[in-house]
């Protein structure tokens, strides 16, 4: 996929702040597990239902949903798209410099994003400021909706019925930064600026709580984010309820490039992490130093097309008669041959 590449940790992360791991579970009446199949850097299109395998808790087990590059009358695909607006920080961020594209964005663009004669594609537009969250449009394929809501993007506090306003909470084993993990007093051995970080992590894990988890639609979640928050919260918490919703997470590393020396090399570890999210979920990671319109367009083709070159395997789960427990999905490709599987794992309660 163009202008996506898969994010390998680097010796930044043996550095990470010991936490105790968050988990997030998902209660769905429908599972579905997106994954890639790749060869020679290109993506295999031409998979047959029996060219994989569904495990549950390490069993094969039957599916009910295929949904294939190939699949006539293929499900929804819904791009998820949140925007990190937080309050301009001298020197480190300024949402204004980075999100260029507001002023440029044009309704022929958003319609190359919508039009599709291969799936039926819609968009969600969010931005997050502060310990605030803000849905400026719920799923979409309104052209001129979908570049209302990006235009919008940068303003402060919105109101209804222009957005819908969702407050932000901290997971339960996490805290501010500012309150160290064994003493009340101030720290921000965290990172630099720490103090007037917005809660991106949480914003990330709200959009995902947002979503209606019963629908059969795939979806695709794109964050447009440096990855710093003023939480402990960490992008693998993000992470761990993605995997359990079956969501891949496509991270845009933003502000970076010009703001970030040897004398601040926490700030660089952080971005690390959250570009990290791609790889871990299924997803790919881009970086960029501002997004202008051109720009923005690029990175939503690319997912788009991403999108539409996935697999989605699905079932809905027999009624339990007992208490609902944890199950441990995965795809196996029968055949080494077809390719090299990226994704396809995923928690769920059923």
């Not at 605030?132 to 979409?140: D, F, G, H």
């Amino acid at each position: 996929m163009p202008g996506f590449l898969p994010v390998a940790l680097t010796a930044l992360l043996a550095q990470q702040v010991p936490q105790e791991p968050v988990t997030f579970h998902s209660e769905t009446q429908l599972v579905m597990l997106p994954f890639h199949v790749a060869q020679d850097g290109n993506h295999v299109t031409n998979l047959k239902s029996g060219d994989v395998i569904l495990l549950e808790d390490g069993k094969p087990r039957q599916f009910t949903i295929f949904d294939s590059p190939e699949t006539q009358g293929r499900m929804p695909l819904e791009l998820v798209l949140l925007f990190d607006t937080n309050s301009k920080i001298d020197y480190f961020w300024d949402p204004k410099d980075v999100f260029r594209f507001v002023s440029q964005w044009d309704d022929d663009m958003s319609k190359a994003i919508v039009d599709s004669h291969l799936a039926d594609i819609r968009i969600s537009v969010y931005h997050c400021a502060g310990q605030m969250l803000y849905r400026m449009t719920s799923a979409t394929k309104d052209p001129r909706e979908f570049g209302n809501a990006l235009r919008r993007v940068l303003t402060r506090e919105p109101k209804e019925p222009d957005s819908v306003p969702i407050p932000l909470s901290l997971p339960t084993t996490r805290s501010r930064v500012g309150l160290g993990p064994f003493t009340n007093e101030y720290v921000t051995s965290y990172f630099y600026s720490a103090e007037l970080r917005g809660w991106p992590m949480e914003a990330g894990i709200g959009v995902l709580n947002d979503l209606a988890s019963s629908e059969k639609v795939s979806r695709l979640f794109v964050m447009f984010s440096e990855g710093i928050g003023a939480t402990t919260t960490i992008p693998e918490d993000l992470g761990n309820h993605a995997l359990d919703l079956g969501i891949p997470v496509y991270p845009v590393v933003t502000n970076y490039q010009d703001h970030i020396s040897d004398a601040w090399p926490r700030n660089l570890f952080r971005m690390h992490e959250f570009a990290s999210l791609g790889q871990m979920t299924g997803g790919r990671s881009v970086e960029h130093s501002s997004i202008d319109a051109k720009a923005l367009l690029r990175i939503l083709q690319a997912v788009k097309s991403d999108g539409l070159s996935q697999y989605v395997v699905g079932f809905v789960p027999e009624s339990a008669t007992g208490k609902p427990k944890e199950h441990k999905l995965e795809i196996r490709l029968t055949s080494k041959s077809s390719g090299t599987l990226e994704g396809g794992m995923r928690r769920a309660i059923y």
